[in-house]
């Protein structure tokens, strides 16, 4: 999944001649905390944000008075959801501009949209299990666990990997298809693997954690 395939058809690019009140009025209605200001060339100016026009004290004048000091963070359209979900996460971006090869603006990518397609990335949304897996770095072997899932007639729909701080072990986060994961957690424990912690994933519970997703991404739409 690519920035491209991520761009919202929603977020205005601003062009500099708009009022410090009308951009804060269009973030409110947006839910945003950031729009990008693009030149007549479809050239990135910049990143302008609520609190680059507040701190000015002067939201009855033009925007492009603060161009010049702006951030011009962005994603090139080829770029993977990781890469922009890194970027939104390491400078706290509302939206992510994307570019194309040629520095050309393109548009947006909103925090609501790339939590929504990380969530499908993720299998989020499908039914099943999660098992939390401590494994030393020496020891750990994808194909291993999988085979391990696939022998108890499931199969791996997600995995992901975190580097313990101050030691050499992962966390092995597994989302398996299988709503009861007991048969696969009793083949880890019969084969010396340290699980963490597991969440069976009843329809019940499925049902809880899509009410909790919907709850979130009213929230960000707040």
Do not use: C
Not at 3 to 30: C, F, R, Y
Not at 109 to 120: A, E, P, Q, R, V
């Amino acid at each position: 999944m690519t920035a491209q395939q991520l761009v919202s058809d929603i977020v205005p690019a601003l062009h500099g001649i708009e009022t410090g009140a009308k951009v804060l009025n269009w973030m409110e209605i947006l839910r945003v905390s950031h729009l990008p200001i693009v030149a007549k060339d479809d050239e990135f100016v910049g990143l302008i944000s609520d609190n680059d026009i507040l701190d000015s004290n002067k939201t009855d004048e033009r925007i492009d008075a603060l161009s010049r000091s702006l951030m011009k963070p962005y994603v090139f359209n080829y770029q993977h959801i990781y890469d922009v979900i890194e970027v939104a996460s390491r400078l706290k971006l509302t939206v992510i501009p994307v570019l194309n090869e040629d520095k050309k603006y393109l548009g947006v990518i909103t925090l609501t949209d790339l939590l929504h397609n990380f969530s499908m990335l993720t299998a989020a949304h499908q039914s099943g299990s999660i098992v939390i897996l401590n494994i030393s770095e020496k020891d750990y072997s994808l194909s291993e666990i999988s085979r391990i899932v696939e022998g108890n007639n499931a199969k791996i729909l997600s995995a992901y990997v975190l580097r313990q701080s101050l030691t050499t072990d992962l966390e092995v986060t597994l989302k398996i298809d299988s709503l009861d994961p007991e048969a696969i957690l009793q083949t880890f424990y019969r084969l010396n693997f340290n699980v963490k912690t597991f969440y069976s994933a009843t329809e019940e519970n499925n049902s809880i954690y899509q009410k909790r997703y919907d709850e979130l991404i009213t929230y960000l739409n707040l």
